[in-house]
């Protein structure tokens, strides 16, 4: 590494990294599951790093989605500066209802970005491809300075657009099922071969919580997936990069104790009843295409009223529904939470710990969902892991944030 000059990405100056800097994301990691595998000796290398490097909690962006929080780590900003709210938007002017996976989207440049124009070797590898483009967005593939690519579409690569042709075959791994654990050990298995071969400056790994969709802490699923994560992070950790591990957002049982059947309020329902039907629009920024994980029933919901409707009369009435831990409006959550105004109805909603929000129950079908629901999206899921495989110091400030994790991933490179 020949450069050795501070990057300044969206007002925040990143020190030079001295060895690679690495941030993980693992997607959907409950603080539970580390502390479970720890406890059951799954985990030797995490444990040692907790141990002797730094270990604190910290807060994901609300909603506790992965887009926004995959976006916010790789901006190092809330979505007010970034523009990404959700995995799903609804643009009122035109009346669609779009996926937000489009780098048109995104209102600020990312950290990658900044560090490939100040000359860094900088590369990304995702579990799915709806993050690729979003990450990857500002760099140039034609310098080897930069690789982007996701396990979902690694056959498909190609040095022009992803910095490497067919990954998969790059790899000697075939290209994973979307809905299994292989999808993240192929993003891990990259990161250490990267770290080999192109010794990149700054890294992101970033994972796909299928199988926190499925496993409980405690189950084999989960057991086996953070053993193998382990082994990874124990190569990573031996080529002496600078690590931090985080999540976009953690995860909660969103299920009947004793039915298994999903907890789920249909708030569009709810609305047709109230104001009429179709009325109102309630949005579920959670939506993505892989129905299989968690059927579009997330922790958080924004609803659009009807001109003429009384906000503080339909707020009230919403906060007062047993299902609801807090309603605000759009500019008081603008203001708690740092959304963008113009990607957010007139009531934000956050359900409590245990429940789910739908929009009419004849719109999701849950038929795919093989286990009990497990979800996230809210207040209850924005405690997350921040573990850097360094002493640093972090301060005392209760406000750690999970998009802090570059700040700090090369504070600690550059010691």
């Not at 040692?48 to 506790?64: K, M, N, Q």
Request: glycine share 8%; proline share 6%; net charge negative.
């Amino acid at each position: 590494m020949t450069i050795q000059t501070p990057v300044t990405a969206n007002e925040r100056v990143y020190p030079a990294p001295k060895v690679p800097a690495i941030a993980i994301c693992l997607d959907g990691c409950e603080p539970d599951y580390l502390d479970v595998a720890i406890a059951k000796g799954l985990m030797p290398t995490l444990k040692r790093i907790r141990e002797t490097g730094t270990d604190r909690l910290a807060h994901s962006v609300i909603p506790s989605f992965t887009n926004p929080n995959n976006l916010s780590i790789a901006t190092g900003r809330p979505p007010i500066v970034h523009g990404i709210c959700g995995n799903f938007l609804y643009d009122p002017e035109t009346g669609e209802e779009v996926m937000m996976n489009d780098v048109r989207f995104l209102r600020a440049p990312t950290i990658f970005s900044q560090f490939y124009e100040a000359g860094y070797r900088v590369a990304m590898v995702t579990a799915k491809d709806k993050l690729r483009a979003l990450l990857g967005a500002g760099l140039k593939f034609d310098d080897d300075r930069a690789v982007a690519f996701s396990a979902e579409r690694s056959g498909e690569t190609t040095k022009a657009e992803h910095g490497i042709d067919n990954a998969s075959a790059w790899l000697g791994m075939p290209v994973p099922e979307v809905y299994s654990a292989e999808l993240s050990e192929f993003v891990f298995a990259a990161g250490v071969k990267l770290l080999k071969e192109m010794r990149p400056d700054v890294m992101y790994l970033s994972t796909t919580d299928y199988v926190q969709h499925k496993f409980a802490p405690e189950e084999q699923g989960a057991l086996d997936f953070y053993a193998m994560f382990d082994k990874y992070l124990a190569q990573l950790d031996e080529m002496g990069a600078a690590i931090v591990v985080t999540a976009d957002h953690g995860m909660k049982a969103k299920h009947e104790p004793t039915s298994k059947e999903p907890s789920v309020i249909y708030m569009q329902d709810v609305f047709d009843d109230w104001l009429g039907e179709g009325k109102a629009r309630v949005i579920l920024p959670i939506t993505d295409p892989y129905v299989v994980h968690h059927g579009a029933l997330g922790s958080f919901a924004t609803v659009y009223l009807p001109e003429g409707a009384e906000r503080a009369e339909v707020k009230a009435k919403v906060a007062a529904l047993p299902e609801m831990m807090e309603v605000l409006t759009k500019e008081e959550a603008v203001a708690k939470y740092e959304l963008p105004a113009d990607r957010i109805g007139d009531l934000t909603m956050v359900c409590t710990g245990g429940m789910t929000i739908g929009t009419s129950a004849d719109r999701h079908d849950l038929a795919a969902l093989g286990e009990p629901l497990r979800s996230h999206g809210g207040l209850t899921e924005q405690e997350v892991p921040f573990i850097v495989n360094r002493v640093i110091d972090l301060g005392n400030a209760p406000d750690l944030r999970n998009f802090d994790a570059f700040f700090y991933a090369t504070t600690a490179a550059a010691q």
